[in-house]
């Protein structure tokens, strides 16, 4: 049983451009939250997802930034005209439940660096 | 003040040692996550408590939720447990979780 997936795991981009982030949760999870670390700062929540919902996006900017959960296919943080203030590593996590009652399982991340 | 306080911020010890860290919260909470990341690495779930107390190998986590604390002990620790171990709570209000400033531990051979 493959873990969550993240890819690409390091992305490089010039200011201007679009980053998309790509997480596959584990097989049998439909929940899925996004999260973005700083360099040499904790975890910031961005987005929680389920199927074709979003049900709290309160930790997103409010421009360029927007995140989807198809009903087929990889959850997509999706980050537009990126700004050098956007490196990061972003962190997908996925649980079969909610976070009160579901195990939390983390993707290695995916390593953003704008030039 | 924050609502999830941990410490200590840093701790160096020698391969061996008994570690402790300790994690408070503020907030009434629906459980509570220790996770662990190394260096440049990504991040392992290492328990999910409510209640009570979890063992996984030398880890060891705890939490009372009357004194709103959580403990994670490593017992002969090694090297390779050198991570930054963070606790984060879920809270009934709402779907994040608030992080811990995280422990930077590290173990000298």
């Known amino acids: 049983n493959a873990g969550v997936m993240q890819n690409p795991r390091h992305l490089v981009r010039r200011r201007g451009q679009e980053a998309r982030l790509r997480c596959s949760p584990m097989?049998?999870?439909?929940?899925v939250y996004w999260y973005r670390q700083l360099p040499e700062e904790g975890l910031k929540f961005m987005v929680y997802?389920?199927?074709?919902?979003?049900?709290?996006e309160s930790g997103m900017p409010k421009e360029r930034f927007s995140a989807e959960f198809p009903k087929e296919g990889p959850s997509i943080l999706r980050i537009q005209q990126v700004v050098r203030g956007d490196s990061a590593a972003y962190f997908c996590?996925?649980?079969?439940?909610?976070?009160?009652?579901?195990?939390?399982?983390f993707g290695e991340g995916s390593r953003l660096t704008v030039l | 003040k924050n609502e999830v306080e941990q410490s200590p911020q840093n701790l160096t010890a020698q391969e061996g040692e008994f570690i402790t860290i300790n994690c408070s919260y503020s907030v009434g909470i629906s459980a509570l996550h220790w996770l662990q990341q190394h260096p440049g690495g990504g991040i392992v779930s290492l328990f999910m408590l409510s209640s009570g107390k979890k063992k996984h190998g030398r880890l060891i986590a705890t939490i009372n939720i009357q004194e709103k604390h959580s403990s994670l002990h490593i017992t002969a620790s090694h090297p390779r447990d050198s991570a930054v171990y963070t606790c984060a709570v879920r809270i009934d209000s709402n779907y994040q979780l608030i992080w811990g400033a995280g422990t930077k531990l590290i173990i000298k051979p």
């Open positions: 097989k049998g999870h439909s929940h």
């Open positions: 997802l389920q199927k074709e919902n979003i049900i709290d």
């Open positions: 996590a996925s649980s079969t439940l909610a976070l009160s009652t579901g195990e939390l399982f």
